[in-house]
């Protein structure tokens, strides 16, 4: 096409002003850069006035792509026809990679470019053989954000087309446990957009998480997801949405009491709210409400049991009782040992290595650098957020090592992963 244009004696520049791109592109075009991305070929059409249709960018008489508004597909295209596109486009790939020393580049580039993938079909009918699949798929994709800090496109994404399934025929019993399950695979995905900073996706999630649970008659993932929907207003400065959240998470709770995994979740929603309540400088309250949190919990493990420890250790460390903090922040750095949860682990050193630095302990220094080198490695915005209280500490220390490693914090904390 450009290579047509060029040999009509049209300059560089009067091409790029035409496509919308520069002359170095132009260049490389015409010397044999493959073009496959949609989007820069919609535009070389538009800007030349070439209709799509005859560059394979759309199907049918009106200019609409491949796929219309909604990323809804377009009317099907013949096998024969998908074949060879599909022929066509991996030819392109390979053959000039192989081959580029004995045949000319003009009669390798791609007739079209490949369709975008029509969505996977789904089944005829669901069973609960399909429900434990997809809770399976949720713990996986669970510790693996877990390990890694992050994965918010890639776990949104699997809980988006997962939603699907609940337009597929089943039985009552099965269609209650499937909205269960999307409850539990929409909080993971909340949890996961909220780690990576993306709060507008993070609360769409907790809300599709909430009618799924609500519809369901899940009173647990209701009150659930409310607990960790709590974290995000609370980490942005607004502690009374957090306080909201979690006292209408006990209020769902109530109906549900004699379960024996609802004094855990009950638990749980009491200390948040202490932990809440500390970031309001209420110290007598929020130690109260701590107090009756813990008063006969029973945590199922050590990682529970460390978790709460860490959350007694943030409290303190909110109203300044460092002594208390650091006791409660080793005891949860041991109860997590061994634990693959990356991401629990450093946001517990980021703690621990504050406290020390708060204190003037001479240990702090070296906790600290090693906190930031364990952030850096997750992707995990929250991590780094975590870092600026850090950082605050660091710079409230006289000495240019100090200085340095505050410097060094803040950086970090401003990288978004």
Not at 291 to 314: N, Q, S
Not at 343 to 362: D, F, K, Q
Request: aromatic content about 6%; charged content about 25%; proline content about 5%.
């Amino acid at each position: 096409m450009f290579c047509a244009l060029k040999a009509t004696g049209i300059s560089y520049r009067r091409i790029a002003a035409l496509a919308g791109m520069s002359q170095s592109e132009v260049s490389e075009i015409i010397s044999g850069r493959r073009v496959l991305a949609y989007n820069l070929l919609v535009r070389i059409a538009e800007g030349l006035g070439i209709p799509r249709e005859l560059m394979g960018l759309s199907y049918g008489d009106g200019p609409k792509s491949a796929y219309d508004n909604e990323g809804e597909p377009a009317p099907e295209v013949d096998e024969v026809v998908q074949r060879r596109r599909f022929l066509n486009a991996v030819m392109g790939i390979v053959v000039p990679a192989v081959f580029h020393h004995v045949v000319p580049a003009e009669l390798l580039t791609p007739m079209d470019p490949l369709r975008p993938a029509v969505p996977t079909p789904l089944p005829s009918r669901l069973g609960m053989s399909d429900v434990d699949a997809l809770r399976t798929l949720t713990e996986r994709m669970r510790a693996l954000a877990r390990y890694y800090g992050g994965q918010a496109e890639t776990i949104s994404a699997v809980a988006h087309r997962s939603t699907r399934l609940m337009g597929v025929t089943s039985d009552e019993q099965v269609k209650a446990d499937l909205g269960s399950a999307l409850a539990e695979l929409h909080s993971v995905a909340a949890w996961c957009c909220f780690d990576s900073g993306a709060d507008d996706a993070a609360r769409a999630h907790f809300t599709r998480s909430v009618e799924f649970a609500h519809d369901a008659g899940d009173a647990y993932s209701h009150a659930y997801t409310l607990w960790l929907a709590s974290s995000l207003p609370g980490e942005r400065g607004y502690p009374d949405d957090a306080l909201t959240l979690l006292q209408m998470g006990q209020i769902v709770l109530a109906p549900v009491a004699g379960e024996p995994r609802v004094a855990f979740l009950a638990g749980w929603l009491r200390a948040e709210a202490a932990y809440e309540l500390s970031r309001l400088g209420r110290a007598d309250r929020a130690r109260s409400e701590m107090a009756a949190a813990r008063d006969g919990w029973e945590p199922p493990d050590a990682d529970e049991a460390a978790d709460m420890d860490a959350t007694l250790a943030e409290l303190e460390l909110n109203l300044g009782r460092l002594d208390v903090a650091e006791s409660a922040a080793a005891a949860a750095m041991r109860g997590w040992e061994g634990n693959p949860d990356r991401r629990r682990s450093v946001l517990g050193a980021i703690t621990l290595a504050t406290i020390h630095v708060r204190a003037g302990e001479p240990r702090g220094l070296v906790m600290a650098k090693s906190a930031i080198d364990a952030v850096a490695l997750l992707r995990s915005g929250r991590a780094r957020d975590r870092l600026v209280p850090l950082a605050a500490a660091l710079e409230a220390r006289l000495g240019s090592d100090y200085r340095e490693l505050a410097r060094m914090t803040r950086q970090v904390a401003t990288t978004r992963a």
